[in-house]
Structure formats: C-alpha cells, structure tokens
C-alpha cells in the first residue's frame, strides 16, 4: 500500500479533546475586548431587570435595593464621570505597581536569579527534585523569573547530573506554574488578588479589608503539600516514565557563583536580617513604634495596614545591597533602569486594568451584584450544601475556567463580585472564597496550551527533545495537575474541619445574615 492510500491514522480521544480545547480558547477574544463587552453586557442587562423592577432587600440594612439603569441619561452620565476615579482608585493597581517596584531591584539586580543557582547547586544528584521544586514556588516572589530561568536552569541541572532533562524540566514547571499560589512569601499575586476580594466584599460590608497576608497561613501550608506532591510525582511516575536520556543534548556544568555574587548573597542577607529585626522591633514589643495604641495587636499595626511598603521595602533593600556589593549595580541609573524595565513589563496589565476597573464599577453601580448574591445565596441555602462541599465545587468550577481563561486576574474580576457576596451572606469569608479559587487557578495551569508561558516552556523542552509537541507537554504534566488538585483540595478540607484561621485576621468564617 501506498503513502497515498495508507488510511489516516485516528487521532485518540484525549488529542481531539485537547485540541478542542485549544481551538475553543483561540477564540476567544483579547481580555481587554472581553471586558469591554462584559461592560457592555452588565448595562443591557441592568436596562432590562430595572424594567422588571428586580430588587432585594440589602443583607445588611434590609432595605430594598433595585437594579439601577445605566442605559439612562443620569446613568450615561455616571460613566462618564467615573471612569477616571474608577480606573485611579481601583485597589490593585497601586498596590502592585509599588510592590512590583521593589520585587524589581531584588530581580534586576540578579539577587533572585543567585538565589535560585544557590538553592539547585546546594543539591546532591538524588535529592535535586526537592530543590527544584522548592525553588519553583520560591520564585513566585520574583514575578516571571521562575518561567524565564528556573525552568531551563532545571532541565540543564538534570542532565548535568545525568538524569533526565525534561524530568527537572517538569519538576520546575510544577513549582513555578503548578503551584503558583503556594508560597512561602507574600507575592505579587497576593496583592493583586486580595485587592479584587476586597473590591468584591465590599459589596456586602463597605468597611471590609482584606489584606495581601489573608491567605498567608494556608499558602504557606500548600507550599509544603507541593514541593512535597511535586518531588513524589518527579520521582515515581514522571522520571520512570521518561527513562534514560539518550538524546543528543550535552551536558553543562553548573557554573558556581562568582566570589562578588557571593559577597552580594551575603550582604542581601545581612541587609534582609537588619530589616526583619527593624519590623519585629516595631511591632513586637506593646509600645512599637510600628503600632497602633487605638488598635493593639498585630492585626492593627501599621506594618500590616502598610504591608505593601513592606513588601517595597524588603524587595529594595536586600537588591541594593546585592547589587552594589556584586557589581551589578554601579550608580543609581542602573536601579531606576530595573525598576524602569518592571514597569514596561506592567504596560499590559495597565491597560487591561481599566478596562477590569470599569467593569468592577459598573457591576457595584448596577446592584446586579447585590442581586446575584442574594438569589445564589438563597438557592445555595435551598440545595443545603455544607462548606466542604460547596469550596470542592468552587475549586473545581476555577479549575474548569482555566482550562480556556488563563490570566489570574482576568478570572477573579469576573468571578470575585458575584462568588465573593454569594459566600459572605452565606457566612464564608471572602478569605476562604480567595483561597478555593487560587487552588483551581494554580493547578490547571501546567497543562492547558493558553497558558502563556506554556508555548515557551514547550520550546525549552524541545532543546533535549526536537520530536516533543503539546502532547508531549501536556502529558508528562498531567500527574502533577491531578496530584496537586487532589492533594490541595484535601488541605482546603482539614482546614475547614480544623477550624484554622487562613492568614492573620482571616477567618473561615463570618457571621451569618
């Protein structure tokens, strides 16, 4: 038989499913033009239940509250009017731009990148899963130096030692991507994040805060789950599956940390040691200066009601001092340029921020918000579903969306105004509602081709393995997607049934309307 009459070889179940999948999310719009038309969506829709007169009486007042029409005059006018102090006083913007301002003089002074090279070549060849796997959820800290360099350093790590490559390849891909909101530090996303619960909240509790450590406790917590999930599934299903390297790839030796990163390491540290002991200074003795006497306690200090300065301060601090001890810093242009370039990196996500701010808006405006919550609040009351339940639900609907939406943010804006409401009145804390849907955000990422940095991580593998493509990807991935899901939902339940508080002054619970 021919090459022209050979019948086409069937395409299994799980390549059509996939390729679906990423047929389905090549459609969809760029965020900024789904914003625009969930804006869009949100003002016809208020035209239409203001005509049907919808109301609810407020959950916390009782006095009704009515769909208000933004397709009228008085509404047109609104919008007009506050697109600006919408876009300004959007919560997370300031405080990502500060924060990102500080993590980049850590990352741009190459703190972060030594620091990832100290982790991995502290490791002996048996145990350099853990390491890479820890590094992984460390790098979080360091916005996308985790994708950019851990993830190829890995790979280059492995068959130094002569273990695979797209063993240590995947091992870093979990820790980075898998596991994105576990971490042992507060991180970008946590601001982020905790500034969209708050817009959210307040829909319920105009006073309600909701800080960038809300889910600190339990992050901290996963970030054990995974490294420890990741080595387990690097070791015992992925590494075996791959076997012995025998593609053409050479090895590299692990170059060592010149004597001046080393100098920088020891300064950062020293600088890093000098802070710690300034904040615990502040706020562990009564009289601190870094605490409130009308608000005693931790919970009231202003090291957390200014934590994002904290976050600045710790990022600025540790990378001037490892920058101008190593050399990478040589006068302060070389700083403002790092924190300069962090800046052209946010160019995006600024402009997608306004649009998000506008939509954020709209929703509060409308009170279509107020009425969604209280009508899902009802049915979920109606279906008598418990805590652990409903948050498995909600962690696996996240899950669902990843799989076509993968920004973070994106996500959360849309879910957050109506999730976040619909569980405060059902006496959940927007905290614990943060915490589910971060579970699903993280572990879906690793094997869906919309993920950003996915097409990236392929071509790292494709350096050791010319023949591998998205099912190669997507397959050595799988075991950790699942583990994780399974693994850290199991966590979010012995949370529930512990009764353990999510982060400082982050309850599981609220009281019940």
Known sequence: MTAETAPAQPIPLATRLLNGIERAGNALPHPVTL??????????????????????????????????????LAGLQRLLVGALPNFIGFAPLGTVLVSLLGLSIAEGSGLIAALLRRISAAARPRTLTIFVVLAGVISHAGTDVGYVLLIPLSAGLFLAVGRHPLAGLAAAFAGVSGGFSANFLISAVDVVLAGMTQEAARLIDPA??????????????????????????????????????TGSATRDTLDPLSPAE??????????????????????VPANGFLNDPAKPGFLGSYALRGFVMIIFMYGA????????????????????????????????????????????????????????AVEGADLLRQLGLGPIPLMIAFVLLAAFIDLVLGSATAKWAVMAPIFVPMFMLLGYSPELAQSAYRIGDSVVNIITPLMSYFPLVLTFAQRYEPKAGIGTLVATMLPYSLTFLVVWTLLLVLWLLAGWPLGPGAPLFIGRT
């Open 35 to 72: 914003f625009i038309g969930l804006s869009a969506l949100v003002m016809v829709l208020s035209w239409v239940l203001h005509r049907l007169g919808v109301q609810v009486p407020h959950p916390a007042t009782g006095q009704p509250v009515m769909v208000v029409d933004l397709l009228s």
């Open 262 to 283: 080393q100098r920088g390491l020891r300064a950062a540290g020293i600088a890093t040691l000098v802070l710690t002991g300034l904040v615990l200074l502040g706020t």
């Open 317 to 372: 601090v540790s990378g001037l001092a490892y920058g101008f001890v190593s050399g990478s810093f040589r006068n302060d242009h070389d700083v403002v340029k790092a924190m300069t370039r962090a800046i052209e990196t946010l160019a995006g996500y600024v402009v997608l921020v306004f649009f998000i701010a506008q939509f954020v808006a709209l929703f509060n405006w409308t009170n279509v918000g107020i009425v969604t």
């Open 208 to 245: 309600y805060v909701v800080t960038p450590m809300a889910n600190y406790y339990f992050m901290a917590a996963s970030s054990v789950v995974i490294v420890v999930a990741g080595t387990w599934v690097t070791e015992r299903i992925v590494e075996p599956r791959l076997g012995a390297y």
